[in-house]
């Protein structure tokens, strides 16, 4: 069965600063990867997402994650925090199934500090 | 487009009692999902659906039951409320690309906090 893990309940860091939000996976295949953000009261956003290719993926709101096969990790960064980026973040993996299920990570806070 | 739309937004069950969790989408998605989020724990995944009819079991189906009698709604159904059913409940939909395969991005509705006493 496939996995992720979020290893960090809680991130803060400075306004301005570079943050990084980790994730480590386990699947039996290729891995389909996925960050989703979650604002207070409201559902989860679709961030961005790893298929194939560059191991490097841009996303919204100035996101990128990084791939990285040999330490199967897919960790959330971004160069410069704001105040409105804190909020919960998850990490997915897709299911193999047709109906392209979701696996999620327990979810990190992050909190952005003016 | 009203996207994913939950109702109610918030419930409070006792022990016992039966409820139904409304959840519609107006983009002509084929898949829906029902999530429960319990704290430090993620999301589960309770039922799926992948057209109207056509329904299957998650990863924590026990307690509930769902329906898709239409594209549009996918109502996510408690018999017998159980406080372990405390929770707050997301429904999600995804449309298929051009293959017939449904993309990767998930969109959700904004949840349905459930409390059991």
């Known amino acids: 069965a496939q996995s992720v893990a979020q290893p960090e309940d809680q991130v803060n860091v400075a306004e301005g600063n570079p943050l990084t939000v980790k994730c480590t996976y386990s699947?039996?295949?290729?891995?389909?990867l996925f960050w989703y953000v979650q604002y207070p009261n409201r559902g989860l956003q679709f961030l961005l997402k790893?298929?194939?290719?560059?191991?490097l993926v841009k996303g919204s709101y100035g996101f990128e994650a990084e791939f990285n096969k040999s330490q199967t990790s897919f960790h959330l960064k971004k160069p410069s925090a704001l105040v409105s980026d804190s909020a919960l973040y998850f990490c997915?993996?897709?299911?193999?199934?047709?109906?392209?299920?979701?696996?999620f990570g327990s979810g990190t806070q992050l909190t952005v500090l003016p | 487009n009203a996207g994913v739309t939950q109702t109610p937004k918030f419930r409070i069950l006792k022990i016992g009692q039966s409820m139904t969790l409304q959840c519609a989408q107006d983009?002509?998605?084929?898949?829906m999902y029902w999530y429960r989020q319990d704290p430090g724990m993620g999301l589960k995944l309770i039922y799926y659906?992948?057209?109207?009819?056509?329904?299957d079991k998650g990863e924590v189906p026990n307690g509930y039951n769902v329906s898709r009698s239409t594209t549009e709604d996918f109502p996510l159904r408690l018999e017998l409320a159980a406080p372990s059913q405390t929770s707050v409940y997301f429904c999600?939909?995804?449309?298929?690309?051009?293959?017939?395969?449904?993309?990767?991005?998930?969109?959700f509705g904004p949840g349905t906090r459930l409390t059991v006493l």
């Open positions: 997915a993996v897709r299911d193999g199934g047709s109906a392209r299920q979701l696996t």
């Open positions: 699947v039996s295949g290729n891995p389909y």
């Open positions: 790893y298929i194939t290719g560059d191991n």
């Open positions: 983009m002509n998605h084929n898949y």
């Open positions: 659906s992948v057209g109207a009819g056509i329904t």
């Open positions: 999600a939909s995804n449309r298929p690309g051009t293959s017939g395969i449904p993309t990767d991005t998930q969109y």
